[in-house]
Structures are given as structure tokens and as C-alpha cells.
Nanobody, 123 residues
């Protein structure tokens, strides 16, 4: 399974972006999916996760109410809609497919990773 993340870019604080993560195979429709991010000089951290149905989601506290994770299993794609962006959201964002159908915040539970897409928020 290959994951291709896209949609990153440079936006001003307060703006919005939508990230997409396209999977190469339909098998990911049975997997929980997640978004993680890594800021310069920091470790990769959890951002959001969704179960295989798309009905259960989980978010990092600092993005709750600003970010929305969703998925379209017919298109093998997971999205991260980001709004009210802040400079501290600047990072490389990675999508992952977990080992199970449930959502999880635990990076060790993710088997497949995309290449990352850079999001830069200017103040």
C-alpha cells in the first residue's frame, strides 16, 4: 500500500487548507487512518484519526474545533480540513494507515505512511 499526501502550502494565519491522502489500494478502506505532523526540531505528533467507517474520530486537543478528518472509501482517500490556522500548525503533515480498523493515536499502530506534505503558516 502506498499513501500519497498532498495539499500543503503556505497560507496566512487564520486561513484554511485541505490535505488529502490517496491510497494506492482499496485495502485501506478497512483500516483506521490518521494524520500526524512534525515541526522543525520536534518529534512527530498525533493530529487526528478516523476509524474505517469514518464515523469515529479523535483529535489532538490543540486542533479540536479547527481541524476535521474525514474519509471517502470509494475514492480510497482521507482528508484533513484545517481552518483558523496558526503559526504553530507549521509542520510536515503525514498520513498513515493503521494495523486495525479502529482509530488510534498511537504511531506504533500505523503500518503505512505517506511521504509528507509541508504546511507553512505565516503570521
Amino acid at each position: 500500500v502506498q499513501l500519497q499526501a498532498s495539499g500543503g502550502g503556505v497560507v496566512q494565519a487564520g486561513g484554511s487548507l485541505r490535505l488529502s491522502c490517496a491510497a494506492s489500494k482499496r485495502t485501506t478502506s478497512n483500516n483506521g487512518m490518521g494524520w500526524f505532523r512534525q515541526a522543525p526540531g520536534k518529534e512527530r505528533e498525533f493530529v487526528a484519526a478516523v476509524d474505517w467507517t469514518g464515523s469515529m474520530t479523535s483529535y489532538k486537543d490543540s486542533v479540536l474545533g479547527r481541524f476535521t478528518i474525514s474519509r471517502d472509501n470509494a475514492k480510497n482517500t482521507v482528508y484533513l480540513q484545517m481552518s483558523s490556522l496558526k503559526p504553530e500548525d507549521t509542520a510536515v503533515y503525514y498520513c498513515g494507515a493503521s494495523l486495525s480498523s479502529a482509530m488510534t493515536r498511537n504511531q506504533s499502530q500505523y503500518r503505512y505512511w505517506g511521504q509528507g506534505t509541508l504546511v507553512t503558516i505565516s503570521s
